[in-house]
């Protein structure tokens, strides 16, 4: 009497079972009845046509496809990616391989495995960067104290704005003065300013860089502003009530190479233990050096620093003014 193992049956038994419910279109070869002794070939056979039916029914993509849930208990497939390709979302729809697109003033470079997005710089391909970007220094406002002459610019205030911050006035008078003001630390430093004016120049307004004594009330001002109808380099000095209400003397300088202070340049001051140097730049890399005048020329102490304007004899007294400060960095030397 033939010897045939007691799992044969349940093993067949379960094969069917599994067979039924999970690939019920896949035709086995060796039909298997309730009852039936199981050839081991038989079944052997079966596990190998069912295994090859699964493998049809798998969705055709090549290596390195995507497989997504498509829904109703199948799978579908992408094709395999490029480089800097993504799978972009679609609502209701199934995602779809795509690659980024760029605006205006950014390029979008996809590599194996990476996408790397970068500014191209500002206006068309050709524009040069003649304010050097990479150096600006956004100010904010709020690390700012609004400070004014004892009667001040009619609406005189301090704003932030997109690109930094905003010193304006509704209207301007003879001897009017404001500053946006921030403490001086100890030791060397040197402050770092990229501005613009717009407002009267004529007859000795002056946008600057403020530095402000709070104990002896003075202040020293460093600038291109109006020079009668031209303009120059100035560096001025100021007394009375905080220490920017009186003219106290000055000392300008001119040259037609000076651009107008409506035109955004830089301009840094440095105090290097001893002296204040005031230099002026195009480019925001190459200064040149303006006025080298002793720190206690006119100040005991150096207490504050900032964008400052100075109304001195405006000629245009009904309009309104703004320094438009677009970088600030004071550091420790």
């Known amino acids: 009497m033939p010897r045939v193992s007691f799992l044969a049956p349940i093993f067949a038994v379960a094969f069917l079972t599994a067979a039924g419910t999970a690939l019920a279109q896949c035709a086995l070869p060796n039909q298997l009845q309730t009852g039936d002794l199981a050839d081991a070939a038989k079944v052997a056979a079966n596990f190998t046509a069912l295994a090859n039916c699964a493998d049809a ?13 498509g829904g109703n208990g199948s799978l579908a497939g992408v094709p395999p990616l490029t480089d800097g390709q993504l799978l972009i979302g679609s609502s209701g729809n199934p995602p779809k391989p ?16 990476s996408v790397t997005i970068s500014a191209t710089g500002s206006g068309t391909g050709a524009a040069v960067d003649w304010l050097n970007k990479p150096a600006v220094v956004k100010p904010t406002a709020t690390s700012f104290v609004l400070q004014t002459s004892t009667t001040p610019p009619v609406g005189a ?28 630390p100890s030791g060397n430093w040197q402050a770092t300013m990229l501005a613009a004016y717009t407002g009267p120049i004529s ?17 020293v001002l460093f600038g291109v502003g109006g020079y009668g109808g031209g303009i120059r380099f100035d560096y001025d000095k100021s007394s009375g009530g ?7 003397g000055d000392a300008q300088m001119q ?18 233990g001893t002296n204040l140097i005031y230099s002026f730049s195009r480019d925001g890399e190459n200064f040149k050096p303006i006025y080298t005048v002793s720190a206690t020329d006119y100040l005991t102490n150096l207490s504050t620093i900032g964008p400052a304007v ?7 007294t009904s309009w309104n003014a703004g320094f438009h400060v677009l970088s600030w960095n004071l550091i420790s030397n």
Not at 98 to 113: E, F, N, Q, Y
Not at 161 to 176: F, P, Q, V, W
């Open 57 to 69: 029914q798998t969705p055709s993509a090549g290596a390195n496809s995507v497989i997504y849930n």
């Open 98 to 113: 795509a690659t980024l697109s760029a605006g205006s003033g950014i390029a979008i470079t996809g590599g194996p495995a």
């Open 157 to 184: 205030t301090l704003t932030a704005t997109t690109r930094g911050m905003l010193l304006s006035a509704n209207s301007i008078a003879d001897s009017r003065a404001m500053m946006a003001e921030v403490s001086l």
């Open 203 to 219: 007859s000795y307004v002056l946008p600057s860089m403020g530095v402000r004594d709070a104990v002896t009330k003075r202040a």
């Open 242 to 248: 905080i220490g920017l209400d009186t003219y106290s």
């Open 255 to 272: 040259d037609v190479g000076f651009s107008t202070p409506s035109e955004p340049a830089w301009a840094r001051l440095t105090y290097d």
């Open 310 to 316: 100075m109304f001195y004899q405006p000629t245009h």
